[in-house]
Structure formats: C-alpha cells, structure tokens
C-alpha cells in the first residue's frame, strides 16, 4: 500500500495564501500544493497572511495574522465583542455578501450530495434591516472575580463573554438581562457553576411578540429557591413596561440542556401571543416558536404558494411542531394532517387552531412514517405534503412513505442544505423532479440558512 505523502505545511509554519472559498461553517478555504487549510474570519478573495496551527492528513487549519488584499465584500463588525463572542459568523461580510454566500452555499451541497446540478437555487431572501431580529434570547449566567455576569459563550468553550447589549436580539432582552444581573450582584443571587454543579441562576430567557410587543422572562435555576423572589419580579416589572410573564423553570440536572421538566409561572400570565401573518399563535416558556417572526412569515407564503393550494385539497404536514405551518395552510387547503412526535407540541397545536377558531385541521401525535399510513389506510389521500424536519433530515422510512403515497406536490422546508440534498435525492430517485429551491435568510450574521422547495411527482424513477 502506497504511503501517504506528509502534509506540506508544518504547525507554527507561516505563510502566505489566497482564499478560495468559504466552508459551511464561514472558515476561508486556502490551498497549498493541493493540501487544504481552512482559515477562520477569512474571505473569498482575500490574500492573507496565515500560521498553521494544527495539521492533519487532509486539511489542517490555520490563523488569520494579516490581510494583504481585502475583499469587497469584508467591513467592520458593529458588534465590539464579535472576535471573542461565538454566537455570530458573519459579521465581517457585508449583507450583500452573506446572501450571495448562503446560495451559493445551497448550490454547492445540492450538487456534491444530491448530485442536482441542474435544480435552480433562487437568489437569497434577505432582511431590509438584518438587526435586532430574535424574538427569543437565552443567555447564560456566571461569575468572574466573585460577580455574577451574562452573556454569550465564547466560540468552542463554555467562558462566559459578559455583555450588556447583543445587537441581533432584541432591546428588552438586554434591558431583563442587565436588571438581572445587578439584582443578582445586589441581593447576593448565586450564579450557577457547572463544574461544581453548584449555586442557584443558570440561564435567563426572554422571549417577545414581534407583533404584539408582549414580554416573557423566564429565570432557569438550579432549584426552586430562589433568594430574593419578589424582589426581583418587583424590578422587571416596574422597569420593564411590557412583561406578560415572568416564570422559573427547575433544571437540577448537571447537563448543558438549558430547560428543566418544571416550570411555574411567577407573575402575569402564562402564555405571550404573537402572529405570523393573521395567524395568533400562544407561546408558552419552552414552546417551539422561530425565532426570526418576520421571514419565517416570508418562508411560510413561500411553502403556502409552492403548496398551489385552491381550497380542494387535502394537506399532511409531517414534523408539524406547534401547528405554525398546518395554520397557514389551512387559509387556502380544504383539510390539513399534522403529525408531530413531541406531545407538548400537539397540544400546543391544538390550542392554536382553537385560538384562530380554525376548524379544518387535525394534529396527531406519533411518528409520521407510523401515522401517515395509517391516515392512508383510512383514506385520506393528500395532494400535497409538507415537511419541515430538524437539522438531520427526514427519516428514510418518511421519504419511502411518501413515495409510497405520491401525493402530487411535496413542499420540503429545511434549516440543514446538506440533508436537504440528500433527501431531495431519494425522492428524485423515487419519480419526483424539484422545481427550484428558494433559500430564506432567517438568521443574519451566522452561517444558518433555510431553504424551502418545491417538487413534483412526474413517475419518473431514477435508477
């Protein structure tokens, strides 16, 4: 067996690149005698001056020392904590620049997975104002030299960066977590230390109607006791107008999962209400809502209109979480399925559709590749079926299932291009064409990217 060649760069080894492109995970992409390193903060374009800091057999990495020649898409990240923070990428690309990046990224997997080369990725569908967009923030809490401080963790750690303003989220997010942590220095408020799986605060999460302006605070923390209790609900609400809500929820568990199993409302009510078009939905502490309500409204009319609904139809959207996209579709479909496995959920489905007093949709719970064919041998027979699965795709007992039931349009959601790819090459295999993928951008200055698409069952398989 032939011995591989070493790599030609060595760690500590400096030089200078070009940067070719960008990797999913925003890192520049240079090559050197063939042998790739990826450069973190880097651009397309940009020649630079790099260190190695770590080898491999096939790639290694390295750091960004010097910019000889920027790009014209690099600018200044408004954010002064970006170069430690984690919770952004981008934001040293222009706007313009990231929706180019993002479809070309969509591109790129939907040829190397998916082998589509010929499926048309539409231009990006960015923001008119791509800051202070998250409804929901959930900042985790510390100490450092004996005070209790919040913020986000810096990239690939668990070292709290302290801030006082995150500038994609929202102001009022800002304003609960200062108040909290000056209440918690105040009153001697302990944060939580996950080494020693000790003191009492872990978390605080805000959550905010994009339409309604409405306010929800919930304080994760170790326990439920919680010093100083009136105190703190007295400050929030006085010194923030619009809270709704303020709850705790318990996490006594020694893991980084954010939410416990109890939750208890402290104050106000227990439910915000915010709307995706004319679609009110009831946001509870730990339900599933997108965190971008402006162009998840934009990625909804996108499914609704690929959907080509005409009132005739009957509809199945697996993965249906809380009812958001089953609601829309409702509007324009003569009947709608949803199948969620999360139970919580469903019943947060339901209520929705109550809310709205929609009365042609049904939600069950259970796996869709169970329930679907179950809805099939009691004969409904959809025309159009939507997915919208987590970031691992659909599961291939669902693709097979909904070869099987070859409802006319497939609308595929996803927040993951690479299982995307991959899925729309099963179901390509199986008789269907995709008409065209529309890339969404729902988080400005990461590397995310949704896409929604379109396919047609034509009985054509591909062997």
């Known amino acids: 067996m032939k011995k591989q060649a070493p790599p030609p760069v060595k760690k500590n080894d400096q030089l200078q690149v070009t940067i070719e492109d960008l990797t999913h995970e925003g890192a520049g992409v240079a090559k050197v005698e063939g042998y790739t390193l990826f450069v973190p903060k880097a651009l397309p374009g940009e020649k630079v001056d790099i260190k190695v800091t770590k080898t491999n057999k096939g790639y290694g990495f390295a750091r960004l020392m010097n910019i000889n020649e920027e790009s014209t898409h690099r600018i200044e990240p408004l954010c002064p904590i970006y170069q430690h923070c984690g919770g952004c990428q981008m934001q040293h690309m222009s706007y ?45 809490i510390g100490e450092e030299a004996g005070l209790v401080i919040g913020g986000f963790y810096q990239e690939r750690s668990h070292r709290i960066i302290d801030t006082d303003q995150c500038i994609i989220q929202t102001e009022e997010s800002d304003q609960v977590v200062q108040l909290v942590k000056r209440m918690a220095n105040q009153y001697g408020i302990r944060a ?40 703190l609900i007295d400050a929030i609400c006085e010194q923030v107008p619009n809270v709704k809500s303020i709850v705790q929820n318990i996490n006594s568990k020694r893991t980084n999962v954010i939410f416990g199993d109890k939750t208890s409302v402290l104050w106000g ?19 599933f809502f997108q965190v971008n309500p402006e162009q998840t409204k934009v990625l909804y009319e996108k499914a609704l209109q690929y959907a080509n609904l005409t009132g005739s139809e009957t509809v199945i959207d697996a993965y249906c979480g809380i009812g958001t996209i089953s609601l829309f579709l409702a509007q324009k479909a003569k009947h709608v399925y949803g199948v969620e496995i999360v139970s919580d959920a469903i019943t947060d489905a339901k209520r929705n559709a109550k809310l709205n007093e929609i009365s042609n949709v049904d939600f069950a719970v259970g796996e869709a590749e169970k329930v ?33 039931m070859k409802p006319q349009r497939v609308v595929y959601v996803s927040c993951n ?47």
């Open 96 to 140: 313009e620049g990231q929706l180019l990046f993002k479809q070309k990224q969509v591109k790129d997997v939907l040829e190397r997975i998916g082998g589509l080369k010929e499926v048309p990725v539409l231009a990006t569908i960015g923001m008119a104002e791509p800051w202070r967009y998250r409804n929901k923030a959930q900042v985790p």
């Open 192 to 231: 939580y230390n996950e080494e020693k799986h000790s003191g009492i605060l872990r978390h605080v999460v805000t959550r905010k109607g994009y339409v309604t302006d409405e306010l929800m605070v919930i304080l994760v923390t170790r326990g439920k006791d919680l010093p100083q209790k009136q105190k």
């Open 269 to 287: 009510e227990e439910y915000i209400y915010d709307y995706i078009g004319d679609i009110k939905f009831a946001i509870s502490a730990r339900s």
């Open 372 to 404: 679907m064919p179950w809805w099939y041998g009691q004969g409904i027979r959809p025309e159009v079926i939507v997915v919208d699965p987590p970031r691992k795709g659909c599961d291939q007992a669902l693709l097979d299932t909904i070869l099987s």
């Open 417 to 463: 291009p690479a299982t995307l790819a991959r899925d729309l090459k099963v179901l390509e295999s199986g008789g269907y064409k995709t008409v065209e993928v529309q890339p969404v951008d729902m988080f400005p200055h990461s590397t995310h990217v949704e896409c929604c698409s379109l396919l047609i069952y034509n009985g054509k398989k591909v062997m």
